[in-house]
C-alpha cells in the first residue's frame, strides 16, 4: 500500500488528506469525483509495517483491577529499531508479548504489515506468528539433545519444512555469528554468549519481519551482552527487519536508534546518542 498526500478542491476552498493506494497502481494525474482531486506528484508517504494503537492491558486481582498498560502507541517500519525500558513490572515484557501475538490486549489494537492478528484462528495465528516474527528471550531456550545446527531450523520444522535452503541458511546464520565451527555442537558445550547467538539465528531462520527480543543480554556478562547487543542492531540491518528489544540497560538502549521508556502504561520517546540507519 502507498499513502499519497492529495488535494481536494471545493470551489475555493481545498482540502488536503493521506489516499491509500496499491502498490502497483500507475500515477494518476487526476481523478474526478463530485470534486477535483489532485495526486501532488513525488511526495510518497511510506506506511508503518508495525502499528500499536492505544494498547491497554489490565489484570484481575484479589484486590482489584491492575493496570498495566493505559494507552501504548507505536509504528515502526522495516529496519527500524526500537529499546524499550522501564522499571520491573511496568509492563515491558506484556506489551512485547501483546505486539508479538502472544498475549491479547484488554483494548487497543496491533496491526503487523497491514494484517490484524486478533480475529484470526489459533492456526492461521500460529502460522503467521511463526513466519512473521521472530523471539528471543532471556533464557535462551535451547533444546538440549539437538545440535546447535538443528536447534536453529526447529521453527521450519512449523512451516513447509526443513530442506536444503533451510540448512543452507542455517549454516550461513550461524556462520556470520562466529559459530560457523560449532554446528554439531550441543549448548551445554557452548558459553552462555554463544547460547544466546543461536538463538538470534533461530529467531531469524524463517527470515521474519519483526523481531522481539525480552532481555536478551540480561544473563550475560558486559562484554558478552554488549557484542549481543552489536549484533542484533547489525543483522536487523542486515536482514531489513524489525527490532523491538526490552532492556533494563539504559547503556544498551543509548546505543538504539529509538528508545522509548514505559512511563504510567504509556511509552515515551527518549533521545538517544545512537545515529539512526
Given at each position: 500500500?502507498?499513502r499519497v ?43 508503518s509495517?508495525l502499528v ?15 493496570s ?7 509504528e ?8 524499550i525500558?522501564?522499571p ?6 506484556t ?23 486478533a480475529?484470526?484462528t489459533p ?10 516474527i ?5 533464557d ?6 539437538c545440535?546447535?545446527?538443528?536447534n ?17 541458511r542455517?549454516t ?7 559459530l560457523?565451527e ?23 531462520i524463517?527470515?521474519?519481519s ?19 547487543g ?13 527490532l523491538?528489544i ?18 504510567d502504561?504509556?511509552l515515551?520517546?527518549?533521545k ?6
Amino acid at each position: 500500500m502507498r499513502r499519497v498526500l492529495c488535494q481536494l478542491r471545493f470551489g475555493m476552498m481545498q482540502v488536503r488528506f493521506i489516499l491509500g493506494l496499491p502498490r502497483k497502481t500507475h500515477r494518476l494525474s487526476r481523478i474526478v469525483f463530485l470534486a477535483d482531486i489532485v495526486l501532488i506528484s513525488g511526495i510518497d508517504i511510506p506506511m508503518s509495517d508495525l502499528v500499536a494503537r492505544q494498547v491497554t492491558k489490565t489484570f484481575e486481582t484479589p484486590a482489584g483491577e491492575l493496570s498495566v498498560l493505559s494507552g501504548s502507541d507505536l509504528e515502526m517500519r522495516r529496519g527500524e529499531a526500537v529499546a524499550i525500558t522501564g522499571p520491573s513490572g511496568s509492563g515491558k515484557s506484556t506489551l512485547l508479548y501483546i505486539i508479538g501475538t502472544l498475549d491479547y490486549a484488554t483494548s487497543g489494537n496491533v496491526s503487523i504489515l497491514e494484517t490484524d492478528p486478533a480475529p484470526m484462528t489459533p492456526a492461521a495465528l500460529a502460522k503467521f506468528r511463526n513466519d512473521e516474527i521472530g523471539f528471543i528471550f532471556q533464557d535462551h531456550h535451547l533444546l538440549p539433545q539437538c545440535s546447535v545446527l538443528e536447534n536453529v531450523l526447529l521453527p521450519t520444522l512449523a512451516g513447509a519444512g526443513t530442506g536444503k535452503v533451510e540448512e543452507q541458511r542455517a549454516t550461513q546464520l550461524l556462520e556470520r555469528v562466529g559459530l560457523g565451527e560449532r554446528l554439531t555442537h550441543r549448548p551445554a558445550q557452548l558459553s552462555g554468549g554463544e547460547r544466546q547467538r543461536v538463538a538470534v539465528c533461530r529467531a531469524l531462520i524463517n527470515q521474519p519481519s519483526l523481531l522481539l527480543a525480552d532481555e536478551p543480554t540480561g544473563n550475560l556478562d558486559r562484554q558478552t551482552a554488549t557484542a549481543v547487543g552489536s549484533l542484533l542492531l547489525e543483522l536487523r540491518e542486515e536482514q531489513n527487519t524489525m527490532l523491538i528489544i526490552v532492556t533494563h540497560s539504559t547503556e544498551l538502549a543509548e546505543r538504539f536508534p529509538r528508545w522509548c521508556e514505559l512511563v504510567d502504561g504509556k511509552l515515551v520517546e527518549r533521545k538517544t546518542t545512537a545515529h539512526a540507519s
